[in-house]
């Protein structure tokens, strides 16, 4: 099983309230799950923009690289996500 920080779970599932809620809660959106994404990855690989957008007002730092050195906005554009990428750029 792959632990995972709660900020990071929250984001890839889509959970808008409890990635609120955990920032709330001071949750780190800049940790990193054993997997290596931060909460931003995981919101932009499943394209949940609302999530992005409040990670980002929340200081996620859009040039995290993953160990391949992939960033958010790599992982967006392999997505063809516009919004994403807007966001992002």
């Given at each position: 099983m792959i632990e995972t920080n709660?900020?990071?779970?929250?984001?890839?599932?889509?959970?808008?309230?409890?990635?609120?809620?955990?920032?709330?809660?001071?949750?780190?959106v800049n940790a990193r799950?054993?997997?290596?994404?931060?909460?931003?990855?995981?919101?932009?690989?499943n394209e949940h923009a609302a999530i992005?957008?409040?990670?980002?007002e929340f200081g996620a730092a859009p040039s995290a690289q993953l160990e391949s050195g992939e960033t958010p906005a790599d992982l967006a554009r392999l997505t063809d996500n516009k919004e994403i990428i807007e966001m992002l750029s």
């Open positions: 709660e900020v990071e779970y929250w984001a890839a599932l889509g959970y808008l309230d409890k990635v609120q809620e955990s920032i709330a809660t001071g949750c780190n799950g054993e997997s290596g994404y931060t909460a931003l990855h995981a919101a932009v690989v992005v957008r409040l990670l980002l």
